[in-house]
């Protein structure tokens, strides 16, 4: 048995889908163990199939799981894992989804739409999940929607350490719209009280990844921009922002966040962007045609190796960050 066993007996045991084994590894490198053993493939018309090679039964399992593309199997690939710990007696299943499917689906802008955020958090639960660990929620709500102990992790510490070391001088944190105005406050602290901005923008609800920013609402000029959200995914609204800042005067912009969807035109539109760096986690895998020169990737599996040990130990989750 791959597990951590305390005085007590007590047995840590951690898993994971396929979709980013690299990560997973290095959490297991971070607590001083390795993955639990699983057999995981597609039958011929796509359905999966999950057995864990070593018992289970009475540990405490970790299921770690990135839901990239394709989201759908991904998701359903973790589910199937935590029902198959379900029914081989695991005495409790903690969900590690460090980007949260569904998220940005948090409530209804119109009429006849679902709230599919909360319906992947009823799934976690009647698949047999005691516990959520995820890090930077698209809306903090979300920790609402599933019926158990939710840990919000952020990513801020690992992300504002390396601004702060990396991009001395005069900085300004701008928010890509005013929705976020509170993380960027907490950025704005983390990095000594530096000046905030956010970006006025339109968006049209009929049509997905459809912004306009309009301007600059504050002070960058003379300042380093550095333009922070929770994810990238066509890359459209992180670009505008960049170029609204630079005409408002901002001497460069540092464009931060901490999911790396990169969908679609992603990649080309950071790469040609006015941005001198983008700086990222590695909560979602990235292939080698998804970097590019100005491109950083921090790692964020040692932040949820010590939320592993924390609940594995009955610690303090909230005691890993200070904001």
């Known amino acids: 048995m791959n597990s951590i066993t305390t005085a007590g007996e007590k047995k840590l045991v951690l898993v994971t889908g396929r979709a980013n084994m690299e990560l997973a590894e290095q959490v297991a490198e971070c607590l001083g163990t390795e993955l ?38 991904w998701l359903m690939e973790q589910l199937l894992m935590v029902d198959a710990l379900k029914r081989a007696s695991a005495k409790r299943i903690t969900v590690i989804a460090p980007f949260f499917p569904y998220a940005r689906q948090d409530k209804k802008h119109r009429g006849r739409e679902p709230i599919s955020a909360r319906l992947v958090a009823d799934l976690y639960k009647t698949a047999g999940a005691d516990r959520i660990i995820t890090v930077d929620l698209h809306t903090a709500q979300i920790q609402g929607f599933f019926d158990g102990p939710v840990d919000h992790l952020v990513a801020l510490p690992i992300l504002a350490d390396y601004v702060k070391a990396n991009h001395p001088g005069d900085l300004a944190v701008v928010s890509p719209d005013a929705g976020r105005i509170k993380v960027a406050e907490n950025w704005s602290a983390s990095l000594g009280g530096v000046p905030l901005a956010f970006i006025h923008k339109t968006r049209d609800i009929s049509r997905p990844n459809s912004t306009k920013a309009n301007r600059v609402v504050g002070e960058v000029e003379g300042r380093t921009a550095v333009l922070v959200d929770d994810m990238i995914d ?19 912009v540092v464009i931060v966040s901490t999911h790396a969807v990169f969908s679609g035109p992603a990649v080309e539109r950071l790469r040609d962007s006015v941005a001198k760096e983008v700086i990222v986690t590695n909560t979602l895998p990235l292939s080698e045609d998804m970097k590019f020169d100005k491109l950083t990737v921090l790692s964020i599996a040692p932040l949820l190796a010590r939320a592993v040990h924390e609940v594995f130990e009955d610690g303090s989750v909230t005691s890993l960050f200070n904001i």
Not at 37 to 64: L, Q
Not at 234 to 252: K, W
């Open 234 to 252: 066509t890359g459209g609204t992180i670009v505008q922002a960049a170029d609204a800042c630079m005409e408002a005067g901002a001497t460069g």
């Open 36 to 73: 639990l053993p699983t057999d995981v493939y597609n039958f011929a018309n796509g359905e999966i199939y999950v057995r864990f090679s070593e018992s289970v039964r009475g540990t405490d399992v970790f299921v770690m799981q990135s839901h990239c593309s394709p989201i759908n199997d």
